[in-house]
């Protein structure tokens, strides 16, 4: 699980959450473009120049526009990804100004998820 103050998560650790975790958010910060070419399972697509404003909507709001719920501030499993991890780190931060504690960047991105899971 994740520690306070970790800002990073691997495939492995990401790996054995997704699918299995409750709490697990995974925030794809990639362009529509690069999401239509595949996506971890369960993520939820938010371009990484929108993170900060829709981070900042209401739960409602939040709900209604993304089909989940807004995670709290100390959710423990909040993870952004991109394709090799810049603009993941870039959301990552941007969650952390915004009080998301526990936010972290899936180092390697989608494309260390795709070679992983073979696509």
């Given at each position: ?39 971890i399972p ?78």
């Amino acid at each position: 699980m994740a520690t306070t103050g970790t800002k990073e998560i691997y495939y492995d650790e990401l790996k054995a959450l997704v699918g299995k975790s409750q709490n697990l958010l995974v925030v794809d910060v990639r362009s529509p473009e690069e999401v239509a070419g595949g996506h971890i399972p369960g993520s939820v697509h938010i371009p990484v120049d929108t993170v900060e404003a829709e981070f900042s909507l209401s739960p409602e709001e939040f709900k209604a526009k993304y089909g989940v719920t807004k995670p709290p501030l100390d959710a423990p499993e909040l993870v952004f990804h991109c394709m090799m991890g810049r603009r993941g780190g870039i959301a990552t931060n941007k969650a952390h100004e915004l009080g998301y504690v526990n936010a972290r960047n899936f180092v390697g991105g989608y494309k260390t998820w795709a070679e992983k899971e073979g696509k």
